[in-house]
Structures are given as structure tokens and as C-alpha cells.
């Protein structure tokens, strides 16, 4: 099943490129990678586009901390805080590579929900320019300015690790995401900047305290692109009942991560994970938010996810295994792309 085709709240790709090599290695993405999307995992699974994530990365170690999140329980320190002299060329060099592979007609940069539809019914891989971490925005918000100018429309004020305007939830299973201090006032700022130019905020990696800010403060929906239920799986990047209710109240939406560790029961971050696991995740959303507010967010080329739907081009299992669950094709459609279209359509104003 390659239909509905599916529009994706996040992935990594574009980091992934950034550091095989840059725009060097961008063709990659058209001629086949090792890794979880290009074109052709697209075309085979009917991946019609998503967030594309432009992530500045700190020095780490993937591996150990892959293999620390295999733990029954753990708690990784977070990264020091990136000042935003430092991020903003490796912004630069991500969002060249994003440009680059529309230069190529690899995909298309779209800044509405219009231009989505258009790229969906195409066939053309329809990409929102999406920053995860504000570390690139200055206190006075004059990147922002810039960057909205070429096409940014979807920020996450926090990777978990802290910025000058909030704080992030760290990598620890089991908590809840009540953790620390919430926006600083720049983090208020830049929510009201964002909602004036037509930019959605992502509350997904903000701890609890930055997401009832970001609640206060916004007047748009609240949107979380890549987080899972506390109710099943009980990690700090996982969202509970409560701020489910406030996302519903908003009139937002929640995409599912397919990121194992918050799937899991025990949080391991393993592969070992049945697709039931996910449809569990998605029956709890729709309980909790109604069929209008759930998506899908993978975390492609982002973290391990289950066998099954381990690139693009398994998302035919994903498919099969939601009819065979029951779902009708009313809810097949809105699941795949439309309540991310309509949502967008509501925070982008068209």
C-alpha cells in the first residue's frame, strides 16, 4: 500500500548529509544513501514529505548514547548550550543543502499548505523548512527575520539541551517531563514573533514548564511533531494526559515518533518493536486528542525505529497494518496527511 501518501512531521536527513560531506554528498539523497529516506525510499513507500529538520549538532558519541538508552533505566547530561554566533553558519550550511536539493528537483521547499497539496498531488516530495533548537536565532530576533525570508516555517525553540530561550526535556526513562525552568523572556518573545510572521511553533523536546509557556504566550495551536504518550511509554519526551488535553483545547496536533525508545513500555531504545506497539500510540492519541489531531512525526535518519517500518519505503507496512487494525479510509487519509494539512492551514493562515 503506498496510499494515502504520508506527510511527516520530522526527520533528520538533512543533518545526515551535512555530515557525509555537505553538499558534496547531497546527490546521494537522488542517486540512493544508507539511511532511512531518498527518493527512491520515497517513491516505494509513499513518503510524500515532511519537516525537514535543520539541527546543529553537538560533539557527541551516537553509539554510547544509542547503547546507554538500551538500559532499563537511564539519564543522559545534555549538551552545553550553543551560542548563536556559533550555530548560525552550520544553519547556513544545512539550509544550502535543503536549497541544493531543490535546485535539483530532488524535492520542493513549500511555504504553505497550498503549496503542500500542489507538491502532494505531483508526486513531488514536499519539504517545510523546519529548525530544530533556536540556537541560530539572536536575542534580538533579526535571524529570525531572515530566515522566515527564506522559508522557514516551523521552529522548536529547544533541542533538549538549553537555549537562551527555554529549556528541553534531557534523555531519561522513567520520568515525566516536569523538569527544570520553562521559556526564558526570549522564549516569550520569539513565541509571539513566530505567531505574528506565520511560524509554528514545535513544543516537542520542551520540558513541561516551557510547553505550558509556550500555551500562555501562543495564540496558535499547540503542536508537538515528534512525541509519543507518557500514558504508555513513560519518558521524558513523551507527552501526558494533561498536555494532551491543552493540545486538544488548541485545536493542534500530536505526530507519532517512531523512535523505539518512546514507544517501548521500558523505554529501550531497540528495534524489537511490533507495529501494534505503535498503533497502541495512535488508538491513545485519538482517545485523548479526537481523529482530527493525529500524525505521524518518524524521526527518520534520527533514532532507531521498529524493523517494520525501519525507511521510507516501509511505510507500505505501516499501511497494511493500520487497516488491518480497522482503521476506515476517512481515517487512513486524515492520519496520513490531512491533519497535518489542516493544521498548517490554521497556524499558516492559507
Not at 57 to 62: A, D, E, G, I, L
Request: proline content about 5%.
Amino acid at each position: 500500500m503506498k496510499t494515502p501518501v504520508i506527510f511527516d512531521g520530522h526527520n533528520d536527513v538533512l543533518l545526515h548529509l551535512y555530515e557525509a560531506g555537505g553538499m558534496a554528498t547531497s546527490e546521494t539523497f537522488l542517486t540512493g544513501r544508507d539511511g532511512a529516506i531518498d527518493q527512491a525510499k520515497a517513491t516505494a513507500g509513499g513518503f510524500g514529505g515532511g519537516f525537514f529538520a535543520i539541527y546543529v549538532p553537538s560533539p557527541s558519541n551516537y553509539d554510547v548514547k544509542m547503547q546507554e538508552m538500551t538500559k532499563p533505566s537511564y539519564d543522559l547530561p545534555l549538551p552545553a548550550a550553543i551560542g548563536w554566533k556559533e550555530a548560525l553558519p552550520k544553519v547556513m550550511a544545512i539550509a544550502a543543502i535543503l536549497f541544493n536539493l531543490e535546485n535539483k528537483g530532488a524535492l520542493k521547499v513549500c511555504h504553505s499548505a497550498a503549496d503542500i497539496r500542489v507538491s502532494l498531488s505531483k508526486g513531488e516530495i514536499a519539504a517545510i523548512f523546519h529548525i530544530e533548537g533556536a540556537e541560530a536565532i539572536d536575542p534580538d530576533l533579526h535571524n529570525l527575520e531572515v530566515l522566515y525570508r527564506a522559508g522557514l516555517r516551523s521552529i522548536g525553540p529547544v533541542w533538549s539541551r538549553p537555549t537562551i530561550f527555554g529549556h528541553g526535556v534531557p534523555f531519561r526513562f522513567p520520568s515525566d517531563p516536569d523538569i527544570g525552568p520553562g521559556l526564558t523572556d526570549h522564549g516569550i518573545r520569539l513565541v509571539k514573533r513566530c505567531d505574528e510572521l506565520g511560524v509554528m511553533i514545535d513544543v516537542s523536546h520542551l520540558n513541561a514548564a516551557g510547553f505550558w509557556d509556550v500555551a500562555r504566550h501562543s495564540t496558535k495551536p499547540l503542536v508537538a511533531t515528534h512525541s509519543n504518550a507518557h500514558g504508555i511509554c513513560p519518558h521524558s519526551r513523551n507527552l501526558t494526559d494533561d498536555q494532551l488535553a491543552a493540545i486538544k483545547e488548541s485545536d493542534g496536533m500530536v505526530g507519532l515518533n517512531f523512535a523505539a525508545a518512546f514507544l517501548r513500555g521500558d523505554g529501550r531504545m531497540v528495534d524489537d518493536v511490533p507495529l501494534e506497539q505503535m498503533l497502541r500510540h495512535i488508538d491513545y492519541l485519538i482517545n485523548h486528542l479526537g481523529e482530527d489531531r493525529v500524525g505521524f512525526g518518524s524521526d527518520y535518519d534520527g533514532a532507531i525505529v521498529p524493523k517494520g517500518v525501519a525507511t521510507a519505503a516501509d511505510l507500505t507496512n505501516l499501511r497494511q497494518a493500520m487497516v488491518k487494525h480497522g482503521f476506515n479510509d476517512i481515517l487512513m487519509t486524515k492520519l496520513c496527511h490531512e491533519n497535518w494539512l489542516r493544521v498548517l492551514e490554521k497556524t499558516w493562515g492559507s
